[in-house]
């Protein structure tokens, strides 16, 4: 396990500043959020990797067994696989905070490895998660800044799991801002801006 976990693009930064993990969508790949979040953060070290599960072509991050239903055995194998992959890209570019950003399934598997991994991310934003079941509260030893930002409409993450995934991290102790635009499951400008602003104290 470690930096070759997955297939993956990488910009290297300076030792100290940030390590930023960004995780695509389904059917999305390494290239979605890379420019993006090179621009968000010009000096860190970005990472990107591509879902090593397919699902009929289009690349994921663990596999489901149908819509909201996901296979808790590989959501728990691909957690542990990204944990170490950022670990091991923490470690090798002797980064200092360490941010993510996701989107949909991308969004979902930074949620679970903030969850059953909770010391490792300093901040993270997720765009549009699914998190189908109760997450246990498990003990951190740092404030995490959680931003979730979601749809009023979105047919694939519904309001009342959104509301209750963002609960869970306020739970925890972390600093959660949760952003609604009025539309479905797309990423739309306003979100954007409110994960600029997000960004902006590590850049």
């Known amino acids: 396990m470690g930096q070759d976990n997955y297939i993956h693009n990488v910009r290297a930064g300076a030792a100290g500043q940030p390590l930023f993990v960004v995780l695509h969508g389904t059917g999305g790949d390494e290239n979605q959020f890379f420019d993006f979040g090179s621009r968000l953060l010009p000096q860190a070290t970005v990472v990107s990797p591509l879902g090593d599960v397919s699902e009929h072509g289009a690349a994921r991050f663990f596999r489901r067994k149908a819509e909201g239903v996901y296979d808790l055995d590989d959501l728990e194998r691909a957690t542990k696989n990204m944990a170490g992959f950022v670990e091991a890209h923490r470690d090798h570019y002797q980064a200092g905070k360490v941010i993510g950003l996701g989107f949909s399934n991308g969004a979902n598997i930074l949620a679970n490895v903030l969850i059953e991994f909770p010391d490792l991310f300093d901040a993270a934003v997720l765009m549009h998660p699914l998190i189908p079941f109760q997450p246990v509260v498990k003990p951190s030893t740092k404030t995490q800044r959680i931003l979730i930002t979601a749809g009023e409409r979105d047919p694939i993450s519904p309001v009342p799991l959104t ?41």
């Open 163 to 203: 509301q209750a995934l963002a609960e869970h991290f306020t739970g925890t102790g972390a600093d959660v801002s949760l952003v609604w635009h009025p539309g479905g499951h797309e990423i739309r400008s306003g979100e954007v801006d409110a994960v600029r602003e997000f960004i902006a104290p590590y850049a």
